[in-house]
């Protein structure tokens, strides 16, 4: 029999987060408290390989998806009953993977008759910042706010209108910001993934050594490139040779580099707010989401940036900015407080925009 606690109990969504090469599963209430947050990353499989192989991300999620949601479940004292829904990643993505996590949760929704919610990857990236603020009303984030989402797939700046609305203000012409920051990683032979690898070596380095391309800086709009920067970083490497790869060359190299992805950041993140503020007068939120999000050097100079533009800056603690299980489960939790659940027929998608009346930017991301 249902105690009164029990029937007051705020709704818990079961997250499961697949898209790339981490194993994501996360248990999380309506009043933002995570239950059970579990993660497995695949970083040793894939790193002999200087990168992620779909086909063995996809079999290590198969491996371990159904031992993380037994054990989140475990954790958190609760059986499949207890639940209000189940979100899973369904896009975009690696295909492979996608299909494990979806496919698991249709499983359980469908033998449990819970609500499915497939959610789209970057949607969860979004809603996160939502999820960090507490629930106090003084600490709400409400819509519109302006978003710059980083992460090793996407590079795009967006106007966050609500759940399920987004308004795309600019995004990457070539390669995605993380991926860029990953190939550097590669040619310096930093290993994978490179973004931790490059900020760490930047940290003791000179940035005014090495002079290297801004792509994009004072264009209008709000696209970015990175494409001419990593080549300009090629060429310099080889240049230099072996020494390129040894410090203080190879920390100057990457302070280098860092220093010019943040001027294009910033010269693409101001342009933004320009826009953003003159259609939403009394917004005065940018959030930064994403993997790339987690750089300490970007974060402070963008919180500069937000200052000086007297916007409210929000970025996500690290560890929720890369790929995790409890951003899908709260994006689970926000869309099924609308009702915006999904059939059983729901599929899982490579690419899915979240603005898909924006013209799609040429080469935008590996995911877009
Ligand atoms: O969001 P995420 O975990 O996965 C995708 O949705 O793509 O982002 C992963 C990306 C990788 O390219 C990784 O190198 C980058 O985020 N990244 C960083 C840092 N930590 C992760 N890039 C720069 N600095 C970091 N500290
Ligand atoms: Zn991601």
Known sequence: ???????????????????????????????????????????????????????????????????????????????????????????????????????????????HRLPLLAINHLEAHALTARFVLGPRPEDRLEF????????????????????????????????????????????LGLGFPGGPAVERAARVGDAARFSLPRPM??????????????????????????RALEPPLLNDLCASFQAAVADVLLDRTRRAA????????????LVVAGGVAANAYLRACLARLAEELDLRLIVPPPALCTDNGIMVAWAGLERLALGLTDDLAAHARARWPLDPAAEPAPGAGVKA
């Open 1 to 111: 029999m249902a105690t009164e606690s029990s029937t007051h109990r705020p709704p818990v969504v079961l997250g499961i987060e697949t898209s790339c090469d981490e194993t994501g599963v996360a248990l999380v209430n309506a009043e933002r408290r995570v239950l059970a947050d579990l993660l497995n990353s695949q970083l040793d499989r894939h790193a002999p390989y200087g990168g992620v192989v779909p086909e063995i991300a996809a079999r290590a999620h198969v491996e371990i998806l159904d031992l993380l949601i037994e054990r989140a479940m475990r954790e958190a004292g609760l059986t499949f009953r207890d639940l209000a829904g189940v979100a899973a990643t369904a896009g975009p993505g690696l295909i492979g993977g996608l299909l494990v996590g979806l496919i698991t949760a249709k499983a359980i929704a469908a033998v």
């Open 144 to 187: 519109p706010y302006l978003l710059l989402l980083v992460s090793g797939g996407h590079c795009q700046l967006l106007v966050v209108e609500g759940v399920g609305r987004y308004r795309r203000l600019g995004a990457t012409l070539d390669d995605a910001l993380g991926e860029a920051y990953d190939k550097a990683a590669k040619m």
């Open 217 to 242: 800086l004072g264009q209008p709009g709000c696209n970015f490139s990175f494409s001419g920067l990593k080549t300009a970083l090629r060429q310099t490497v080889e240049r230099l040779g072996p």
């Open 274 to 285: 320009e826009l953003f503020r003159a259609d939403y007068l009394s917004a005065t939120t």
